[in-house]
């Protein structure tokens, strides 16, 4: 029946391939012709084809409702936890600059101690030069470091987000310069100002826009 249905729709266009305007009675005559023989054709391609494809279109319909059915409720579970979890991370990421902040205080105070009693003793030994060498290569109090949140079976971090919230501050930026061209986009700015937050870590300072940092919770590929 394909093989049938291929010759037939061969035939039919190899008539077509030299008829490419119709200028005489000869040719329309031809076209009349053509046209004629390719009712009979759709009708043969639809009687072979429609019942594949009603048949594929039900088993699309089912595959599709199983998958909903069963995935959607997946889904939005999965988007309720990592809500959860992005608002705890959000928490506990504030909780921990706020530490290690309050540590660093601590930390600096107590090496400004230390590096004055040691140059005081170095001074008094070798003389203020000889100290102020101390002082230069003991340098600052180290960084305090404190390890970011862990959760279970996804990945955890944050992410910094834009969007424009005064176009017309927006606008008013792209025609000064403060605000780069590359930026604007009739359909995309917004999309544009997000992506850019992102990948500068919300360093960026554009006339009509905000930029907040929010939780980044992803499966761990377990």
């Given at each position: 029946?394909?093989?049938?249905?291929?010759?037939?729709?061969?035939?039919?266009?190899?008539?077509?391939?030299?008829?490419?305007?119709?200028?005489?009675?000869?040719?329309?005559?031809?076209?009349?012709?053509?046209?004629?023989d390719i009712?009979?054709?759709?009708?043969?391609?639809?009687k072979?084809?429609?019942?594949?494809?009603d048949?594929?279109?039900?088993?699309?319909?089912?595959?599709?409702?199983?998958?909903?059915?069963?995935?959607?409720?997946?889904?939005?579970?999965?988007?309720?936890?990592?809500?959860?979890?992005g608002?705890?991370?959000?928490?506990?990421?504030?909780?921990?600059?706020?530490?290690?902040?309050?540590?660093q205080?601590?930390?600096?105070?107590?090496?400004?101690?230390?590096?004055?009693?040691?140059?005081?003793?170095?001074?008094?030994q070798?003389?203020?030069?000889?100290?102020?060498?101390?002082?230069?290569?003991?340098?600052?109090?180290p960084?305090?470091?404190?390890?970011?949140?862990?959760?279970a079976?996804?990945?955890?971090?944050?992410?910094?987000?834009?969007?424009?919230?005064?176009?017309?501050?927006?606008?008013?930026?792209?025609?000064?310069?403060?605000?780069?061209?590359?930026?604007?986009?009739?359909?995309?700015?917004?999309?544009?100002v997000?992506?850019?937050?992102?990948?500068?870590?919300?360093?960026?300072?554009?006339?009509?826009?905000?930029?907040?940092?929010?939780?980044?919770?992803?499966?761990?590929?377990?």
């Open positions: 029946t394909i093989k049938d249905l291929t010759e037939k729709v061969q035939s039919i266009m190899a008539r077509a391939q030299g008829l490419t305007a119709v200028g005489s009675q000869q040719e329309a005559d031809e076209a009349g012709l053509i046209v004629g009712g009979p054709v759709r009708k043969f391609i639809h072979v084809c429609d019942p594949v494809c048949d594929l279109d039900k088993k699309h319909k089912a595959a599709t409702g199983l998958r909903k059915f069963f995935d959607a409720p997946m889904a939005s579970l999965e988007e309720k936890f990592k809500n959860m979890i608002e705890f991370v959000m928490a506990q990421e504030r909780e921990r600059k706020k530490q290690a902040a309050l540590l205080v601590q930390l600096d105070r107590e090496h400004k101690k230390e590096v004055r009693v040691v140059t005081a003793t170095v001074a008094l070798s003389g203020t030069q000889a100290a102020e060498e101390i002082r230069d290569e003991i340098g600052d109090a960084p305090v470091v404190m390890e970011k949140i862990k959760v079976g996804v990945s955890v971090g944050t992410v910094w987000h834009g969007e424009i919230i005064d176009a017309v501050a927006f606008i008013k930026g792209l025609a000064s310069g403060k605000v780069p061209m590359s930026m604007f986009d009739a359909e995309t700015s917004s999309a544009r997000n992506k850019q937050a992102a990948s500068l870590e919300g360093k960026i300072d554009y006339p009509g826009i905000r930029v907040w940092e929010g939780p980044k919770v992803g499966r761990s590929g377990r």
